[in-house]
């Protein structure tokens, strides 16, 4: 007596047949469902053409100059006195003096071989301390 049997065909294989397709799909639906921020930048209010100079008291200056090595020194007003902070002190900085200070007005000298980005940093950080009144010049004699 002959038992017959029947074979099941269980493959040890991963259906590869449609993974070019599911990929595919996967990748249109992050393209798509992507959103990339836009940069803002600074708000720039540049002085009208015919605008007369203004005198401003020494007291009320603060200077961010930005050495080429990313060190951020500060002087205050007509002070000769340096001092030098990181980056990530800039906000904190600004803060303190401002809220003794309130027509204080921050200048960004930065040195002719300084990256653009230890610029940018010292600009970041008086954005976020909310500071209004800023100078972009560079350093003279550097």
């Known amino acids: 007596m002959a038992v017959l049997q029947k074979k099941s065909k269980v493959s040890d294989e991963i259906p590869s047949s449609s993974m070019a397709d599911i990929a595919f799909l996967l990748l249109i639906f992050f393209l798509v469902t992507t959103v990339f921020p836009k940069d803002k930048g600074l708000a720039i209010v540049l002085p009208e053409p015919n605008a007369e100079d203004q005198e401003i008291n020494p007291k009320n200056l603060m200077f961010f100059l930005v050495q080429p090595d990313g060190r951020i020194q500060i002087k205050r007003g007509e002070s000769e006195q340096l001092q030098t902070i990181e980056a990530n002190a800039v ?33 970041d950080g008086l954005q976020t301390a909310g500071a209004d009144k800023i100078s972009l010049q560079v350093q003279e004699g550097g």
């Open 91 to 123: 906000e904190a900085t600004w803060r303190q003096d401002y809220s003794q200070n309130e027509n204080l007005i921050a200048v960004v000298q930065t040195h002719p071989e300084a990256a653009y980005r230890h610029m940018i940093n010292v600009l």
